[in-house]
């Protein structure tokens, strides 16, 4: 079929098939994603008015927008543009510019069909709640969300009003206040999606006929609106504050606060909630928050580039983990999640078999169905003998911190496994070096550091020694990014980068202790300073026999007859014992200090010695950059992320 006159564009492909309707391919140049920047959203809005001419002119009864992208629709606004539009004129300028554009999409007198696959995220998903009906591919990659107050922001391209709309006002709330990826089902059941087909070749025909069917969403019923009307909304607004509260102090995080000011406003009239929204998110994009945040997510991403590609990249198969302990038993969970096949050694069963319990309770809270628990289930097998040891791709060790027990398990290992396996210990604080003594081939050792807790702690640390190659790291990286996990390189040194600044972190408020501080002060102090939790309860959670042994390691002293060293010879030793420097009741610490809150200032004197540490790291060549350095912290310790790490901190005058 003759095509028509169409504008030159870079990011999209338009043609019309013989049934008069419209194929719109977003595919963004050089980038593995599409994403939606000012010259995409340009190209858009030249091509929204030929949709106009044509269908005035009856030559077009539809527009089906899809993406021939593996990764998926549109995973949201260009990131890498923020910056540059940070200042109020420009996004001002920018944002009224895109919503008069998104308008016109959902004003089009033929309807215009979002087919979805894979991600649809931020802008992605503003966009195709401006089309008249959505489609999306039932399926375990298909995620939909509102990521951006990740980023110090809320939805900017009329989101917010179109996402109450569709899903109800409370629904919408939280999938913007919490950042929550969706797969599609849910997705359709809050009112997002419209139609679920199961295979991504399926979009095509169910594009088709919702054009030809002229088919529309439907608003979010009544019964969904009523929570945004009269007094029940300010009831809901004061609800989500107080939510919010749990999980993020205002005067850090601004953004979730100012989309609940929005709602209170408007958020009886989806239509008033989008025309008040770029007035609410100019003011957010400039802030340091904003800006860190920003800094975080490129970070973030530069770490996918860490492992091999194409070609060389290598696949994984099975794990074998030796140790069963917290840490051991965690690490074959959390491989066994991302679907692995996983054999567990240890001692014996009685060892073993806490382990599987723990991940039989890992897998029940993340996977949906059954189904889905009872795979990741039988993936992981319990191996006192360490038979699956010889099929392994991966050999991790998570035994206790001790240099001869480690030896020994290596020198069977190099012996047992294939020559191509990856050998890796998860040794917190010991050089490499010294554990691949007597090895025929010490280069086949790595490090892969893990962090407690596995599921919830990112980072992987991938220690060099003076042993490997670059392909050797680039191998440990690529099996942390496989199981969905960040690697950060670092060097064989003591307590490698993590640890070696917690360490003095840790223990000077330890000191702080000794010498009087109420524990529940210092902690708060860190929590107003931005820590995630304080130094005095994080030591618990690590362990305090783990904290002592890594502090030897590293050279630091645990006097006798102190406090510390008390609990540890009682057996105290933190949250898996119920008490440490606290009680522990059901996973928490039971705190009956007076906390002093808002004290940031001796929060930025509790975190000092971390920044000073972590820059002695950066100089001693432990990571290879002040922005590797930043990022390993964050996401090792949860440094405070809108700080943008402890030397973009430092910079900032903060500490």
Known sequence: ??????????????????????????????????????????????LVVRFEELAAEGALKGVVLMSDKDSGFIAGADVAEFDDMSEPATLTVALERTHRLFDRIEALKIPMVAAIHG??????????????????????????????VNLGIFPGFGGTGRSVRQAGPIDAMQIMLTAKMLRAGAAKRLGLVDKLVRHRDNLRWEGRKAVLQKRSSSPASLLKRVMAMGPLRSYAA??????????????????????????????????????????????????????????????????????????EKPTFRRVHVVGAGVMGGDIAAWCAYRGLGVTLQDLDMERITPALERAKGLFKKRLKSKREVDAAVARLEADPEGKGMARADVIIEAVV?????????????????????????NTSSIELERIAEGLKNPSRLIGLHFFNPVAQLPLVEVIRS?????LDIARGASFALAISKSPVVVKSAPGFLVNRVLMPYMLGAVQRLENGAPKEDIDAAAVAFGMPMGPIELMDTVGLDVGKSVAEELGHEVPEGSQFARLIAENKLGRKTGEGFYKWQNGKPVKTGTAAPGDATLGAELVKPLVDATEIAVGDDVVASEDLADIGVILGTGFAPFRGGPLQARKEGSV
């Open 119 to 148: 991600f649809c995220l931020g802008g992605g998903l503003e966009l195709s709640l401006a089309c008249r009906y959505r489609i999306a591919v039932n399926d375990e990659r298909t995620r939909i969300g509102f990521p951006e």
């Open 466 to 470: 003076r042993f490997n190659t670059d």
């Open 238 to 311: 004061r609800k989500m504050r107080e939510g919010a509260e749990k999980k993020a102090n205002p005067a850090f995080y601004p953004a979730p606060y100012a989309l609940i000011d929005l709602f209170e406003a408007h958020g009886d009239d989806w239509q008033a909630m989008k025309r008040g929204e770029i007035e609410r998110f100019v003011p957010l994009m400039a802030t340091d928050t904003a800006r860190n945040l920003r800094r975080v997510f490129f970070l973030s991403e530069s770490l996918k580039r860490q492992g091999l590609r194409g070609s």
């Open 1 to 46: 079929m003759a095509q028509p006159n169409l504008p030159h564009t870079k990011h999209w492909r338009f043609e019309i098939d013989i049934e008069q309707i419209g194929w719109l391919v977003i595919d963004t140049p050089k980038s593995s994603v599409n994403t939606l920047g000012r010259e995409a959203i340009g190209e858009l809005e030249t």
């Open 401 to 425: 911190e001790n240099l001869e027990i480690k030896h020994k398990i290596f020198v069977d290992a190099e012996e047992r496994t294939k020559p191509e396996a990856i050998l890796a210990t």
